[in-house]
């Protein structure tokens, strides 16, 4: 998934910010996206809340890019552009080479997910700094797999941890992903995430909101679709993950309730 988001203080301008989230998947039939609608600025308030994955009108393509925002933007436009003039797949190969001009004053990672003309569906991730602790290495394109882009507070945060069951005998990922994805969101949603979710010594904060999107990218066509919406969130403040939620503790356990 990728709640998508991205938030590089030390290279954020008021232009505004990405949230981390967003979650993927690919198959042979399409590649699915999640992801959340939160932009905000240098202080983690809401600049925006807007669709963070922009989709071609002429090709099964989106793109998500987290980091600065206008950059983000820019970029996934720019992509957009070469895809729907060369093809996805000299896109791809041109992009090798193009992205070493991209400005690495502003950080950015950029997930593309289309439909090669000689590989079917797929999806791409590159990034313009080095990650630490040995990650993505820079302007390299990598095939992630299946990817959570959220960051952690340390705890465990695997599908499993999170009690999410493994797709039922036969049934679709597309499937699986829908019936849990907002669940995921909401994990990560009530716990302060790194602002930059690639480096857990980054200022952590309640960055998922705004609402809850999945893009699915097939052979013939993109759809996208509004899954939930965070009623609570409001431009000019910040993410408030529990208000107008009533928490119960009982002994060790906490229980999330809408309040009365």
């Known amino acids: 998934m990728h709640a998508g988001r991205s938030c590089m203080r030390s290279n954020t301008h008021r232009g505004g910010r990405l949230n981390v989230g967003h979650t993927f998947h690919a198959s042979s039939e399409a590649v699915v996206l999640f992801t959340d609608a939160a932009i905000y600025d240098h202080d983690n308030v809401l600049l925006a809340i807007k669709p963070k994955v922009a989709v071609s009108d002429h090709l099964p393509l989106a793109i998500a890019a987290r980091g600065n925002w206008a950059f ?40 593309i997910a289309g439909v090669s003309e000689t590989a079917g569906p797929m999806h791409r991730r590159f990034c313009n700094w080095q990650q630490p602790g040995g990650g993505l290495a820079p302007l390299t394109l990598v095939d992630p797999g299946f990817y959570l882009g959220f960051g952690s507070d340390g705890r465990p945060n695997g599908l499993k941890d999170m009690g999410i069951p493994a797709p039922r005998e036969g049934e679709f990922w597309q499937t699986h992903l829908s019936r849990h994805a907002l669940h995921v969101f909401e994990f990560f949603r009530r716990i302060p995430v790194p602002i930059d979710p690639d480096d857990a010594n980054t200022e952590r904060a309640h960055l998922i909101g705004g609402h809850l999107d999945m893009t699915i990218v097939a052979r013939d066509q993109v759809t996208v679709r509004q899954m939930h919406t965070w009623p609570e969130d409001k431009v000019g403040q910040k993410i408030d993950p529990f208000c107008g939620v009533a928490q119960i503790i009982y002994g060790s356990n906490t229980e999330l309730r809408a309040a009365a």
């Open 72 to 111: 983000g933007d820019l970029v996934s436009r720019q992509i957009i552009r070469a895809a729907e003039s060369i093809g996805f797949d000299e896109m791809l190969l041109g992009l090798d080479e193009a992205m070493q001009s991209f400005a690495s004053e502003k950080r950015l990672d950029v997930l």
